[in-house]
């Protein structure tokens, strides 16, 4: 049974950085994508970012775009996927959640490409 830890998220203030981890167990293998997802009260979960086992990255293209604040990084050794932020803004306050997905299916910004997914962690962002 695979399990995600997640790990890293607190309360900061605006322009502030955090660096979220996430430590999957129970696989002896690299997962073929590692991603963060983010739920804002009274929204839907939507992506973040994620990265495949090559090393390869895909960043969200919302409105309030993470692009060039967030970088996600993983180490395959370890099955560990890892979400720096900086620059925070209030817009980032969410429960994040890491997923993993353990083949290539479909689009990797969907959660329907993902097969397990972390308990969730509170990032809160203070003007």
């Known amino acids: 049974q695979v399990q995600l830890v997640e790990s890293g998220g607190g309360l900061v203030q605006a322009g502030d950085s955090l660096r979220l981890s996430c430590a999957a167990s129970?696989?002896?293998?690299?997962?073929?994508?590692m991603g963060w997802f983010r739920q804002a009260p009274g929204k839907e979960r939507e992506f973040v970012s994620t990265?495949?086992?090559?090393?390869?990255?895909?960043?969200?293209d919302s409105a309030d775009s993470v692009k060039g604040r967030f970088t996600i990084s993983r180490d395959n050794a370890k099955n560990t996927v890892y979400l720096q932020m900086n620059s925070l803004k209030p817009e980032d306050t969410a429960v994040y959640y890491c997923?993993?997905?353990?083949?290539?299916?479909?689009?990797?910004?969907?959660?329907?490409?993902?097969?397990?997914w972390g308990q969730g962690t509170q990032v809160t962002v203070s003007s």
């Open positions: 997923a993993v997905g353990e083949y290539s299916r479909g689009n990797t910004r969907y959660t329907s490409s993902y097969d397990y």
């Open positions: 129970g696989r002896t293998f690299s997962f073929y994508a």
């Open positions: 990265t495949m086992w090559s090393g390869s990255t895909i960043y969200s």
